[in-house]
C-alpha cells in the first residue's frame, strides 16, 4: 500500500471520536514501515496493551479502526486461526472487537474478529513472519491469491463496523 503520514491515519479513523483519534498511539516510525509489503498497517500501544489499530485502504482512501482486546481468554494457550490471513498460531491469536462506527457504535454495538495478536497479517502471508510449524496450511493459491483473500477478508471486517 501507499505509505500513510500520522495526521492521513489520524483523519481515517472511522469507529471512534475525533478526539480519541487525536490522542491515540500512532507508531513514531512510519517511515520505516515496509509498506511495500503491507495491505494494512496495525500496531498495538505500548501504553495500554489491549488497545490496538489498523490502517489501510479502502477505494483509495485511507480508512482506520480502533479495536479491543476481549480480555485474557483461552485463546492465549489454544491453536486458533487469524480469521483475516488464516495463519495459526499457539496463543498469538486475540479476539479483537471494533465498536461500530456512527450511532450504532455509540449505542454500544461492536463486531469482533480473531486475529494475530500483533496484526502482522501481511508478512505472515508473504512468509517475512513465521508463526512456527503448521501454522499455515499446504494451499495451492498463489501468494497474488492469498494477498487478495486477507485484503477480502479484511474489507468485510471492515464492512461490518461502518455497515
Ligand atoms: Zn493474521
Redesign the pocket.
Known amino acids: 500500500m501507499k505509505p500513510l503520514t500520522e495526521q492521513e491515519i489520524r483523519t481515517a479513523f472511522v469507529n471512534c471520536t475525533k478526539g480519541e483519534s487525536k490522542r491515540l498511539s500512532v507508531p513514531r516510525d512510519l517511515a520505516e514501515r515496509p509498506w511495500d509489503e503491507l495491505d494494512f498497517l496495525g500496531w498495538r500501544d505500548p501504553q495500554a496493551p489491549d488497545r490496538a489499530y489498523l490502517a489501510t485502504e479502502l477505494d483509495g482512501r485511507p480508512v482506520a479502526l480502533a479495536l479491543r482486546g476481549a480480555g485474557a481468554a483461552s485463546w492465549q494457550t489454544r491453536r486458533s486461526m ?1 480469521s ?4 495459526t498460531h499457539t496463543g498469538g ?1 486475540s479476539l479483537l472487537v471494533a465498536a461500530k462506527a456512527g450511532k450504532a457504535g455509540q449505542q454500544g454495538n461492536s463486531v469482533g474478529a480473531y ?2 495478536s500483533d ?3 501481511p508478512l ?2 508473504r512468509g517475512r513472519k513465521d508463526a512456527g510449524v503448521g501454522a499455515r496450511l499446504p494451499e495451492s493459491l498463489t501468494l497474488e491469491e492469498k494477498i487478495e483473500r ?1 485484503v477480502a477478508n479484511l474489507g468485510a471486517f471492515i464492512a461490518k463496523v461502518t455497515a
Open positions: 487469524c483475516i490471513c488464516l495463519t491469536v486475529m494475530c496484526l502482522a497479517c505472515y502471508v486477507t
